[in-house]
């Protein structure tokens, strides 16, 4: 068994039994096997089912490999459709099925719909954020989530014994964040914080994406709202979503210190982003900044910036945003970054803290997946609060609230939703601030 299914309500588990036998003739994921990273995990078996979408529509998924940088990249389409009567569900590479159909015909009654892309999390599939792309899907949103380059070729290990000890202390402070940074420092010491292919991955992605509104070959052909856009994304993908989609600012008119410099140091985390090439060559500390989005959703997002300088980084973010994260203090990203940015926002801005739940909830393949914690330190894998494991629909459904509140309000103007946004929605709800 891959997975840990006593965090699913009893009323979800009885489903699960009686579909399976169902579930495994239908549409399977034809991508690469399974994995975060490099790193082989055996899917959910039988398939675990996710939180229901809230939205009015149904749900169709298509898997797309585009050719880009002399290699495959692979996306998955969410978007309304209108699958036949009695098709089966999507079962997706971690063993996930929600209500999503594969390659079902787009709906097109209420079209043209905004577009929405979603960057996941440092190591993480594409189509491993079931719950949160079919809701927003369900809403009447085209989402194009990426497998990016890191889905199948970050590898962990390889750190010196100094860099491991900090990584603990890391966590001892209940800073997750830098724990993981420095865990997978091979990875991003030789990527340049991701630096070298997120930003180019992303930008590619949206610009296919724009162009398949006007393709006539493309099933999504005059479908797509390209003057509304939305950038969402999960850990690293929060972080380059405030750097695309928000205007983060890089700020490099300082001196670097002998460490900061250093981009060979042992210990990753003191190494300063402007030590590396792509960010000295900035012509503008926004350079990367897609002005197109207009409205970002970043979830949980670590900050590869010199503390001192997130502030005045964030003081340039002047995009409809909204920070969601869980509030668990020492299994989810570090909280007092993502307030921080939140702070020095100019808005319209929003956050939600959701109670008792780390960093993998908003993913219910690595969530539900027990071999997941397998390959990690036992500092970092180890004294899981039990209450994270619990209430996953009731968690899952704030993430599919206030996000579908956020862009119907940024991206298709309905301002009665800002009312969704201002309200506390659920006891799980730990805190709630907005300004604009």
């Known amino acids: 068994m891959g997975c840990r299914l006593q965090a699913l309500p009893v009323s979800n588990l009885l489903i699960i039994f009686i579909s399976y036998f169902a579930l495994i003739v239908s549409s399977q994921d034809n991508g690469a096997p399974f994995s975060f990273g490099a790193r ?3 899917p959910c078996n039988p398939p675990v089912m996710t939180a229901n979408a809230t939205g009015k529509h149904r749900i169709g998924i298509r898997r797309e490999t585009l ?12 978007y309304p459709g209108t699958p036949a009567s009695g098709s089966k569900p999507h079962v997706a590479s971690g063993g996930i099925y929600g209500q999503a159909v594969r390659d079902a015909p787009l709906d097109r009654s209420n079209g043209p719909y905004p577009l929405i892309v979603f960057s996941p999390g440092v190591g993480a599939r594409d189509d491993s954020y079931y719950f949160y792309c079919q809701n927003l899907a369900s809403h009447g949103y085209t989402v194009v989530s990426i497998n990016h380059l890191d889905s199948t070729q970050m590898k962990g290990g390889g750190i010196s014994a100094t860099a491991m000890m900090q990584a603990a202390i890391y966590m001892l402070q209940n800073n997750s964040s830098y724990t993981v940074w420095l865990l997978f420092s ?48 999960h850990s690293l993908g929060a972080f380059y979503t405030l750097l695309k989609g928000g205007g983060f600012a890089i700020n490099c008119d300082f001196p670097l210190t002998a460490k900061e410099s250093d981009v060979n140091n042992t210990v990753l985390t003191e190494v300063n982003i402007c030590a590396w090439p792509e960010a000295k060559r900035l012509n503008n500390p926004k350079a990367l900044h897609n002005s197109r989005i207009k409205a970002i959703v970043p979830l949980a997002a670590p900050v590869f910036i010199k503390p001192s300088e997130v502030p005045r980084g964030a003081s340039s973010i002047e995009t409809p945003m909204l920070i969601m994260t869980g509030n668990d203090p020492k299994f989810e990203s570090t909280i007092e970054p993502q307030q921080q940015i939140f702070d020095a926002a100019k808005g319209p801005k929003y956050m939600v803290q959701i109670r008792e739940t780390d960093h993998m909830m908003i993913s219910e393949a690595y969530h539900f997946n027990k071999n997941f914690s397998a390959g990690l330190p036992s500092f970092l894998a180890t004294n899981q609060p039990t209450a994270n494991t619990q209430n996953f629909t009731e968690k899952a459904q704030i993430y599919m609230e206030y996000s579908a509140a956020f862009f119907d309000v940024y991206l298709k103007k309905n301002v009665s939703s800002k009312e969704k946004l201002r309200t506390k929605s659920s006891d799980f709800v730990a805190k709630q601030q907005y300004f604009g």
């Not at 050719?67 to 969410?78: A, G, I, M």
């Not at 930008?203 to 797509?224: C, E, M, R, W």
């Open 67 to 78: 050719s880009f940088d002399n290699r495959q990249l692979n996306v998955s389409w969410w």
């Open 186 to 233: 091979n990875w991003f010491r030789s990527t340049h914080f991701a630096l070298t292919y997120r930003p180019q991955e992303i930008d590619f992605v949206l610009s296919k994406a724009i162009a398949a509104n006007t393709d006539p070959s493309s099933p999504f052909f005059g479908a797509i709202d390209t003057e509304n856009i939305g950038l969402t994304g």
């Open 40 to 42: 082989l995990l055996e």
